[in-house]
């Protein structure tokens, strides 16, 4: 059990109706705001409006960058980049799913140096020292980024899909409005699932042993996205299962659940290669790969993560054989993700074949072997790859 | 389901041998430091040399305040104050359990204001709208205080134990070391665990509809108490069961659980009458109330809480009938504190009569009815004494 340290201090505003609160808290930064959205979704449900009118009641002065990719892309983030030293911006304000406020993350790094913001990605990563400060809107439960400090960037032209942890990342404030993610696709709503998912999934099968009371809190987590993600794919506007998915998606990344476990994570690498390369949805991605990496893992030795998974998570009876126990859990799994919320099984099924498995496998082991739950080579990434096809 | 504002920016050292950050973290604050703790245990595991030699190699100036009650006191709280004014104090080092941190809180409101620090408290309680920075090194798992803007504090002259809650009181960080609790006694770490569990049972026995996710992540700190508080009591220094129930302590009280409930505790505020005139034991008050009264609030209308409560958190049966499973439920919560945690069970056992039951009912009731899981009278409250004696 390692020694580690707590300390996230964003201030979130959960529920309906708190977004007049929003001035107040932008105001504590500054006058000059950066206002960054993805599509025209947020326009479409009255929210752009919304937020206007709250800007403009506090007299800022705004400046917009719409257009912000799903997985967002470098290019987006240097425009970011070359507004806020232009206008001189105080605080940027995102609002949208992860994409957006990832892409936020590294505008309000990159605004404070010279270098190029890619230049923060990659084996010599340059340092981020400092920030601007960050608000943001949520309108995706899913990526976890609007309480935590990484974020994922895309570079096409180098089929680069490269991700990054600093602290002076972190939102200062988040609004979570269950109701802002109302008018999400039942697909989209089942993609975030599976990332929530996968998050908590990451964290939980560890050798390294941590306190019991985290394994707990991840099974709560993961009871809470097992019920209420069906709910939210069938009943879009069920505010309970909006909300509940909402608070998890945060609660599942945010740090909290890692303790003082230092292993690397195995599904998110493995997919961050095949997203760089097909620009599938993140969240369908794990859900694809998922499933296999835990069959191809599950041995005598390891049974019993899978075992505890299964009853307290899938509640699996748990006088079966603990083998018996973790393929259960696993079909479970899958009845969830493809059935329950109807996401594609195989990587055929959207149309990736076997092409680039070998270059992506071993972009997926850039810094080594992945040392998670079981150490994966390349050749090992690669096989997943297979199964999953 | 009510909206809610999340914030709680304390930072928190977890595990063995962090203790060489505690220097960083004061500077941040200033050069004055007062110290204060209570009895002399620090003295005798070696913490209060750990502690002066890191103040020492920081050079900070050291103004020490020992003595610290349990159930601490308004003289203690008015030394304090004294002391930081005159000394021109800026940060409070607070070495010890809930009762040192909750007097640390209140010296750090008082030193800034020019009236009495009593004031602070009561029906006509003056605002607390700043506190000198407070830093806490804990070595008692029970209270939550060291990660929450509370604190209690007694009057033995009008027999008073008033709470309060500010935010200026919120620690700024906490170092929380397992290894710092394995002196304490059997019976401490088990009034610990009462009052671990019962901060969790106020807030879980609540007729306000909240995030289901909330309710898992109760259970799952209530399973955590339940599996590791008898694992402590039986052996001192077992890391794992001391580490289990020291961070479930911090959040079973910081405020994450709540979400948007609004719905006021029960026990706590009959059991501080009870402790406020008899100067027993918090943990020990609440362990013999809070059976006594889940069996006077249970009726058919709010028997489902019980339910989860027993399934979830004791793994009853959960085919058995609901009211079966309620009173079960008590049951087990009966044989983990006054059997496998070995706790008195009757106000009689711990010289206590019927003598001040009315004055205590009236008093716990000085707001008004006691508006929690089910509404309480003065004569609910004196009933529910009655039972417990």
Redo the contacts between chains.
């Keep these: 059990?390692?020694?580690?340290?707590?300390?996230?201090?964003v201030?979130?505003?959960?529920?309906?109706?708190?977004l007049h609160n929003l001035g107040g808290e932008l105001a504590k930064f500054g006058q000059r705001i950066l206002l960054t959205y993805g599509g025209g979704s947020i326009k479409r449900i009255g929210l752009y409006d919304r937020v206007i009118k709250e800007l403009r009641e506090g007299g800022f002065e705004v400046v917009e960058l719409a257009g912000i990719e799903p997985n967002p892309r470098i290019e987006s983030v240097r425009e970011g980049v070359r507004l806020c030293k232009e206008h001189n911006i105080d605080a940027i304000l995102a609002v949208g799913g992860g994409s957006t406020i990832d892409a936020a993350k590294f505008m309000a790094a990159g605004a404070l140096v010279e270098h190029d913001p890619w230049e923060f990605f990659g084996a010599n990563a340059k340092p981020i020292d400092n920030a601007l400060p960050i608000v943001t809107i949520l309108t995706l439960s899913a990526t976890g980024s609007e309480m935590d400090s990484g974020g994922v960037i895309s570079n096409l032209e180098t089929s680069d899909k490269l991700g990054r942890l600093a602290r002076p990342l972190l939102p200062k404030v988040s609004f979570l409005d269950p109701t802002l993610t109302y008018s999400v696709s039942k697909y989209q709503t089942a993609c975030g699932a599976a990332d929530i998912l996968s998050h908590i999934i990451e964290v939980y099968f560890n050798t390294q042993q941590d306190?019991?009371?985290?394994d707990?809190?991840m099974?709560?987590?993961m009871?809470?996205v097992v019920?209420?993600a069906p709910i939210a794919v069938r009943e879009p506007e069920n505010?309970?299962a909006r909300?509940?998915l909402m608070?998890?998606s945060s609660?599942a990344i945010n740090g909290f659940i890692n303790?003082?476990k230092r292993k690397a994570w195995s599904c998110h690498p493995m997919e961050h290669e095949l997203s760089a390369i097909y620009d599938i949805t993140h969240g369908l991605g794990l859900a694809i790969l998922t499933p296999h990496w835990m069959k191809y893992c599950l041995n005598e030795e390891n049974v019993a993560k899978y075992v505890s998974f299964g009853v307290n998570v899938f509640g699996v009876d748990s006088t079966l054989p603990p083998m018996d126990i973790a393929h259960e859990a696993i079909a479970r799994l899958e009845r969830l993700l493809f059935e329950e919320l109807g996401l594609q099984r195989r990587l055929s099924d959207v149309g990736i074949d076997d092409t680039h498995f070998a270059e992506m496998a071993r972009k997926a082991c850039r810094y080594g072997d992945i040392k998670g739950f079981v150490t994966l080579t390349p050749e090992d990434v690669e096989r997943i790859y297979r199964m999953s096809l």
């Design positions: 059990m390692n020694p580690f340290v707590y300390d996230i201090p201030k979130v505003y959960f529920g309906r109706d708190q306190l019991y009371m985290l707990c809190m099974e709560a987590l009871k809470t019920k209420y505010y309970e909300a509940n608070w998890a609660w303790g003082g």
